[in-house]
């Protein structure tokens, strides 16, 4: 028997079926002799449905009173689903965030939890019901009810578990579990038993969006272990998102994750001083444009190449500020491009193995594809592609890494 | 400058325009300076979709968890208001009915209000805020979401005024205050300027349903002064409902209620010995039929006449239960008639001047209007005659008392 904290999302709730469907299923943890408390989010549609009639009131609406109207939308899906759990005789009890002490500053729209009172929720689970928390909202020291902001309902799930010392958290999704890489790319993608969070957080900032950033974030950080499962296919165990790297799989790399929303500026012949890549990426910054990339190599002749990447949508801006600001700095040139992709390789294994980014390298080689721009981390390498070579390059990786084979044990 | 409890029921609120002009309206109260707080109901329809969804969960839905849905209803209200009172530069804060510690009994889906701790509210009001609560909700002692069932908010609104010590507590509706009778029926009806809370409480219950009885009884006894006014009319100032008998109008009667929907029952011939009326009206009681004037005469010969009224959709059920009742009984006879209305004038004035019952006997009579039953209170005197004698008696007795003329101050 374990404590486990499962999450819905929008879609599993999106209908009184559906919620009939998570009950069933929630039902069944308790029937296998767990202690359930259960996390949901809104009803598909009805966060913008709330939204539609704010922007009615008034176009900007933001702050207190909109946490006040989006925080409903949570409290109809616990109300609906702890109906539907009595009346299949698993008893329930439902709680708004405010009603179970999730405690968050004061930052409306986008509030962090501070602290969660654990001790009505185990008072229900000693008394045999299954607890169903309203995710996504929490409340200030003053009592005003907060939002966490979208996706704020996993890093609910997350943070529960953490005050109640839970098992596991079960976060149920409209995938079965974290794949080696997108499934659509290369059809021979495998499902993943166990990945580490490190792994987990350099896949969903690569674009593999399974989980909220700062979900996994906050279940690294107490040492939550985390499941991915999907809550329309029966059976299957999903991902275990954990810390545990000593009882990993032992292979290399775990997965590789892609970015097609990728664009290119290049500033050559800079010259070599201190204060350059922050003259250039200061005014970027001030524009609100948000860098990914950022390569600089080692200067000749006193002066420098200077590589970064943005969001394709901010390309045409970028090489705008760019540019002037090359020309003040008496850089030789601005080039740019906007059809480049990110690949990356990703695995807590690189770590103690050598040779892992020659071998990347001679993969995209033996299909002629030319590498733009390299950058590694200690547990990810990224190259810099032109956009055709996408598929082509994520294939040869998949291959070379023998990642449609699971590792043995 | 006052404190004012204002509420706007369902259908003032029931689009984003309507709640738009509720916030002018607030906004202008604001600006003559008076002090605001604003109760308000879920929008028109919103909790019949709300109860929808409960019932596609369970048909029988109740309890704590349908609170925690319907709740949700008057929820969305304060935000959309709070918003639109803020964008049209008035400050505004909302309140579900837990955070302004709106407590109850426990009683889901029907609770009574225990108490009100109205300091944050004046802590809000002091910092010049608008304060808008939402109405029909409260939370029991152990922070369980309750209801106080249809029509609550009128009690909401009351009760807060009563807790803060409001000066009035305005009661916005689809009517623009309290008529000497139906204007359907009456053309020349009048709106009245002030009622007693006792009259109101006749009239309200004798079918002119511009208030919940509760939320009357309510004021009543907490000496809030209420007064019912137009959502949809400007500048009208409604019917102030008051305990302040002394400064009344000096009609005779304020009113002439009625109602379409009783039945008659009569037994004739009952042995006139103790029991009897229990052993014919307990098995009524017992089926849940609601018995509304109940009539018995002075015996003759051993015997004595029995009649009372029901609403007229009970009628055959409780002609069934009679008609056995009166056979063990022994009663000669057992008689009805499903149509047939009861016709009420009320005032207090009536308490201190003889000669209205002979005046209203004597009005119907002149029109050929037979009389079937008498019943009297305090400041009420119902008569029941044959349905087709509605409007002519009510037209008789709204000239006999000369109702269209505002009496003299």
């Known amino acids: 028997m374990a404590l486990i904290v499962q999450k819905y999302g929008g879609t599993s709730v999106g209908s009184v079926e559906r ?55 949570e409290q109809v899906t616990i109300a609906l689903l702890s109906m539907a759990l009595e009346s299949k005789g698993c008893p329930a009890r439902s709680y708004t965030g405010a009603q179970v002490h999730i405690r968050t500053d004061s930052a409306h729209n986008k509030a962090r939890i501070q602290e969660i009172d654990g001790a009505r929720v185990r008072r229900d689970l000693a008394d045999g019901k299954v607890v169903v928390v309203a995710g996504f909202q929490g409340v200030d020291e003053s009592g005003n009810i907060t939002t966490l902001g979208r996706g704020g309902s996993d890093t609910t799930a997350v943070a529960l578990a953490a005050a109640l010392k839970a098992d596991e958290c079960q976060i149920f999704t409209d995938v079965d579990g974290v794949y080696t890489t997108d499934p659509r790319v290369v059809p021979q993608a495998r499902r993943l038993e166990r990945i580490t969070f490190e792994e987990m957080l350099e896949m969903a900032s690569l674009g593999s969006k399974v989980l909220q950033i700062r979900a996994v974030e906050f279940a690294g950080k107490y040492n939550v272990p985390l499941r991915v499962l999907s809550s329309f296919q029966e059976g299957g165990d999903g991902t275990l998102i954990t810390f545990e790297e000593g009882s990993m799989e032992q292979a290399l790399i775990s997965g590789i994750a ?65 540019s002037a600001r090359a020309e003040e700095l008496g850089a030789r040139e601005v080039s740019g491009d906007p059809k480049i992709v990110k690949i990356s390789i990703v695995g807590v294994g690189m770590r103690s193995h050598a040779g892992i980014a020659s071998k990347m390298f001679e993969a995209l080689a033996a299909e002629g594809i030319n590498i733009r721009m390299i950058s590694t981390s200690e547990i990810k390498i990224s190259v810099v592609v032109d956009e055709k070579y996408l598929e082509l390059g994520v294939r040869a990786l998949h291959d070379a890494f023998e990642l449609e084979r699971a590792p043995a044990a």
């Open 19 to 73: 919620i009939q469907h998570v009950a069933d299923r929630v039902s069944q943890s308790r029937r296998q002799g767990h202690d359930v408390v259960v996390v949901v989010s809104a009803m598909s549609g009805e966060t913008d449905r709330l939204l539609g009639l704010a922007r009615g009131i008034r176009s900007d609406a933001d702050g207190r009173e909109l946490d006040v109207l989006l925080s409903t939308g």
């Open 258 to 322: 892609f970015n097609q929303n990728e664009a290119q500026l290049t500033v050559t012949g800079v010259p070599d001083q201190p204060g350059v890549a922050y003259r250039i990426l200061g005014a970027v910054a001030q524009a609100n444009i948000e860098v990914d990339m950022i390569v600089q190599n080692v200067g000749a002749d006193g002066t420098t190449d200077f590589t970064f990447t943005v969001h394709r949508n901010d390309f045409d801006k970028a090489m705008g500020i760019v």
